[in-house]
C-alpha cells in the first residue's frame, strides 16, 4: 500500500531533535482519524502508542498489539494530520531479536503509513536496534524507565529510580539511547528527580509520561487525558474533560427517548411534501 503523503509542513524527528532544552514538546497518543484530527493543531507529535492494545481493543497489556493493528492505527492518524510528527510504536515481539528484524519491521511500518518515526521500548538491549533503525535512515524515539511491555516480567506497573542500582541502570539506558542515534526518549514511570537528572545528562529531548516537569517534553494517553478510560487511571494523570460522563448522561437520554417515542420527532425525519430532501 502507498503510504500517506505529508503536506511537506509537517514537524520532522529533527525539528523535535532542535527544541532541547526550549520550549516544551506537546505530545499525546492518537489512535484514530478523528481524534489526530482534533489533536494536530495543538500538539507537536502524535505517538500511535501500542497502548492503543488496551485502551482501544480492551488487552490487558501492550502485548496484545500487533504490526498489523499499530500499521492500521498509524494510517488513521497519518489521514486525520497534516502537522504534527508523528510516531508509530513497534509492538513487542517486532524487534526484539536482532537488528534484522527490527529493520524489517521499523521499514513496513513507515512504508506503509508514511509516519515520521517509531518508537521502542529499552536501553542498553536495544542500542544495536535502535543504531540499525537509524543506519537505514528511519529516526527513532526511545523509551525507558517503566517499560509497559515488560510489565508481566516486572511483576506489574513498577516506579523506577528508587534504588542506587535501579538509577545507573536508567542512566546506562538513556546514554545508550542517545549514542544509538536515538532524535529523543520517551521517559515513564520514573521517580522525579532521576528524570529530571537524566534531561540534563543527555542531548536529546526527554519526553516525561510519570516522570518530571523538567523533562524537554510531556506526553500523556489521549483517552486518560479527557477522561475516557474506563479501567485505571494511574496516579501521574491529568484529566482535562470528563467524556466517560458525557457519553453515559447521551446514552441514557437517547435510551429513555427511544423507549418513550420522543425520538424520533419531526426535525429528524422526512415527510414526502417537504420539498428536497435535506440530509
Ligand atoms: O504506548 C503508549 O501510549 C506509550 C506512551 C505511554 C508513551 O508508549
Known sequence: ??????????????????????VPIVCLTAYTYPIARM????????????????????????????????????????????KACVVVDMPAGSYETSAAEAVASARRIV????????????????????AAIVAGAIPVMGHIGLQPQSVEKDGGYKIKGRTEENIAALFRDAEAVEKA???????????????????????????????????????LVIDDMIGMTVDRVPKFVKEYANLRDTISDAAARYAAEVRGRAFPGPDHVFSATSGKDKE
Open 39 to 82: 489533536l494536530d493543531p495543538h500538539v507537536d507529535l502524535l505517538l500511535v502508542g501500542d497502548s492503543v492494545a488496551m485502551v482501544l481493543h480492551g488487552h490487558a497489556t501492550t502485548l496484545g498489539a500487533s504490526l498489523e493493528m499499530m500499521i492500521a492505527h498509524g494510517q488513521a492518524v497519518m489521514r486525520g494530520s497534516t
Open 181 to 219: 542515534g536515538a532524535f529523543s526518549v520517551v521517559i515513564e514511570g520514573t521517580v522525579e528527580a532521576v528524570a529530571s537528572d537524566i534531561t540534563r545528562h543527555i542531548v536529546i529531548p526527554t519526553i516525561g509520561i510519570g516522570a518530571s516537569g523538567d523533562c524537554d517534553g510531556q506526553i
Open 111 to 130: 512504508e506503509e503509513t508514511g509516519c515520521q518515526a517509531v518508537k521502542l521500548e529499552g536501553g542498553v538491549d536495544v542500542a544495536e536496534q535502535i
Open 1 to 22: 500500500m502507498a503510504p500517506e503523503r505529508s503536506t511537506g509542513n509537517r514537524i520532522g524527528a529533527k525539528d523535535i531533535r532542535r527544541r532541547k532544552g526550549g
